[in-house]
């Protein structure tokens, strides 16, 4: 059974920090892109950031320089690092694991974790 429990989030002031988790389960972790993206209320999701195996990374243009994201393949977790917090940056952030091929596996989503920033 395949698990991608995201944890982390909570409420924080504007200019705080947050760091979120994403901790695999059921999967060959080493096979997976992971991304987090986030949805806020009213608008459509959007992509975060993304990380290979390898360790190579992609952040959203809007989050450089703010958001980091790192993984530990030891842990099967990926870690998204979160500072100078401001209020748009309210959503829902979720995990998801994309497969390097269609052979290795499905795409899987974790049910998101909350983070609300205050003005």
């Known amino acids: 059974q395949v698990q991608l429990a995201e944890s982390g989030g909570g409420l924080v002031q504007a200019g705080g920090s947050l760091r979120l988790s994403c901790a695999a389960s059921g999967i060959v972790f080493a096979r997976y892109v992971i991304a987090w993206y986030r949805q806020a209320p009213g608008k459509e999701r959007e992509l975060v950031a993304r990380?290979?195996?390898?360790?190579?990374?992609d952040v959203a243009d809007s989050m450089k320089g703010r958001f980091t994201i790192s993984r530990d393949n030891s842990k099967s977790t990926v870690y998204l690092q979160m500072n100078s917090l401001k209020p748009e940056d309210t959503a829902v952030y979720h995990c998801?694991?994309?497969?390097?091929?269609?052979?290795?596996?499905?795409?899987?989503w974790g049910q998101g974790t909350q983070v609300t920033v205050s003005s």
């Open positions: 990380i290979t195996p390898g360790s190579s990374t």
């Open positions: 998801a694991a994309e497969p390097l091929s269609p052979r290795v596996g499905a795409n899987y």
